[in-house]
């Protein structure tokens, strides 16, 4: 039986805060500072005006016309989270976050990033709202995501190279957290993803939950019921708990949660905490990690920057326990096919990120019920993945080549 928030900054065993003494009473400060604003009716105004006349919200529900003809009855929306502004349903939790870091009387932000969507939301929400902005970024995924990497510089924000380990997000978040631990007083720490320590995964989830309230009306709208399947990527997790969130207590709507099986779950290149980890804790909460025998947290891996972290958000951990939200995995070739797919077919070119939930799509789309209403996070869009897409599908002009 799911119980929706068990006990405030923990579900179930996982969440707590495991950090040094030394940001404890900045995380203290700001779950204070959280659950006044969410009472705030001036800081709720804000958030919801800016979330309509500066990110584009609502977002429409795009019906995927071939996808839902193949099999009969069957209607498949696509959440279209990649037409907000900056592309990616990451400037949710950033607007948000950064009038919370106004309303603590911070002027600085920083934040991690990988596929460096929430680097380039943050770099623009701190120029929208006068802030200093600093971005931490490993070397690789600096490279794999140069378009973002110019994005955030232009937008006035600096970006800190992260060298050490794989050089991806696991290592931008321990630089993060170390930074933000010597700057707690006039500097907040944009948490991009439903992880981290109570109460990062309470807020972002609050900020990101706008996607399933505008989904369950939408499809209201549209059908006059409610879906009957909700299938998103996981990482960290913050798309797909703000989809499913509020269709929790609906025992009706199953969910399924698409993790990175890289190169498959019988080798080490994967970045499938929840099917392939086990419990242990990172950047400072209790979930499921990727560890070796001896504990020590192991290298993800994805083709996908934004999925390529050896933990998962706490919530997800949860659900994933309970038997609430069911977790599937999908390899990079299979992502890779069906971007590459949905681009042809709806004239939508998805995030590789997206495309993972996506090819779980496509693989299992025989299997729906006949008359079944299937809504899909599209969390993001693959401006920032064509490198990635033209080397794997060689789709470089040959006459640039001679």
């Keep these: 039986m799911y119980t929706k928030e068990p006990n405030i900054g923990r579900y179930g065993v996982f969440g707590g805060q495991y950090v040094p003494e030394t940001l404890m ?24 005006r800016h979330l309509k006349t500066y ?13 839902s003809g193949r099999t009969p009855g069957t209607v498949v929306y696509l959440k279209r989270e990649d037409l907000l502004h900056t592309g990616a349903h990451k400037i949710n939790n950033t607007i948000g976050q950064a009038l919370l870091a106004r309303f603590m009387g911070r002027k600085r932000i920083i934040a991690e990033t990988g596929a460096g969507q929430h680097g380039v939301a943050t770099a623009t929400v701190a120029a929208l709202f006068g802030m200093e902005c600093r971005v931490f970024m490993g070397t690789e995924d600096m490279k794999r995501q140069s ?8 937008l006035g924000a600096e970006v800190v190279p992260v060298e050490s380990g794989t050089c991806t997000l696991k290592e931008a978040m321990n630089e993060a957290m170390r930074y933000w631990a010597s700057c707690v007083r006039d500097t907040h720490y944009v948490v ?13 989830r609050q900020f990101q939950q706008v996607i399933g309230e505008e989904t369950r009306r939408q499809v209201y709208e549209n059908e006059g019921r409610l879906p009957d399947l909700l299938i998103a990527c996981v990482g960290g997790g913050s798309n797909a708990i703000g989809l499913f969130h509020s269709f929790l207590g609906d025992e009706s709507v199953r969910m399924v949660g698409v993790e990175a099986g890289g190169l498959g779950l019988d080798t080490v290149l994967h970045a499938a905490s929840l099917n392939g980890g086990g ?9 499921y990690v990727l560890q070796d025998g001896d504990g020590q947290i192991r290298n993800a891996h994805s ?9 998962v958000g706490p919530e997800h951990g949860y659900l994933f326990e309970s038997g609430r939200v069911r977790y599937a995995t999908i390899q990079d070739r299979e992502a890779v096919e069906a971007a590459c797919r949905l681009a042809r077919e709806e004239g939508i ?5 997206s495309a993972h939930a996506l090819a779980w799509l496509y693989r299992n789309k025989e299997r729906l019920e006949p008359g079944s209403i299937v809504v899909l996070c599209l969390s993001g869009r693959g401006d920032k993945d064509m490198t990635t897409f ?5 789709l470089e002009d040959p006459e640039v080549k001679k």
């Design 303 to 311: 083709i996908s920057a934004g999925l390529d972290y050896p933990g």
């Design 147 to 154: 378009l973002n990497v110019a994005r955030m510089r232009m």
């Design 390 to 394: 033209m080397r794997e599908l060689k």
């Design 25 to 48: 009473p900045a995380l203290q400060d700001l779950e204070k500072a959280f659950l006044e604003a969410q009472q705030n009716s001036e800081f709720q105004n804000e958030f919801q």
């Design 55 to 67: 990110a584009g919200r609502e977002t429409p529900l795009t019906k995927a016309q071939n996808v």
């Design 279 to 287: 419990l242990g804790v990172l950047h400072g909460c209790m979930s």
């Design 192 to 204: 991009g993803t439903a992880a981290g320590p109570h109460p990062y995964p309470m807020i972002v």
């Design 349 to 353: 070119i998805p995030a590789l990120e």
